[in-house]
């Protein structure tokens, strides 16, 4: 079976996807509508997560995984206990086609109410590579980690 995953951190590595996710495929890029990003905390570190924000947007990369791509990303995301999945509906443009298509997919939402927290430079790195392969604008990724360090230093 086939699922849609969006991704928006650091699985927009692509090297890093072929090799948790090796049947995975890209499909296209989307925009997701009043949400936005943040780095939130565990005791594992900083990682991103997306929440519910009216007015901003977050760049996503569409991928197609099987079954067994999405067990791994879930051994990787923490599921359930740090990541929960989301359904959300998107339209994304594809790659190959440059066509547009309506699917419902799922992204990873971070559990509970976690603090602000600063993310490794390497996971930063990571998520930026991605960033760059998809064209997304840098400032996105940017503006989230100024806005969590900024959190971050008043708790």
């Known amino acids: 079976m086939e699922y849609y995953y969006l991704a928006y951190g650091s699985n927009l590595n692509v090297t890093q996807m072929e090799m948790r996710c090796p049947t995975a495929r890209i499909l296209g890029t989307a925009v997701l509508r009043d949400w936005r990003l943040a780095f939130r905390g565990s005791k594992a570190g900083a990682y991103l997560t997306i929440e519910p924000h009216t007015g901003e947007e977050v760049p996503v990369a569409v991928w197609e995984v099987q079954e067994e791509d999405v067990r791994q990303l879930d051994r990787y995301e923490g599921w359930p206990a740090l990541y929960e999945k989301r359904e959300?509906?998107?339209?994304?443009?594809?790659?190959?086609?440059?066509?547009?298509?309506?699917?419902?997919?799922?992204?990873?939402?971070?559990?509970?109410?976690?603090p602000a927290g600063v993310p490794s430079n390497s996971y930063v790195r990571t998520c930026m590579e991605g960033y760059d392969y998809f064209g997304f604008y840098q400032w996105v990724l940017l503006d989230a980690y100024r806005r969590t360090v900024e959190d971050a230093k008043r708790v």
């Open 88 to 114: 959300l509906w998107v339209t994304y443009r594809g790659i190959a086609t440059n066509q547009r298509r309506t699917v419902q997919a799922f992204a990873y939402v971070m559990t509970g109410n976690r």
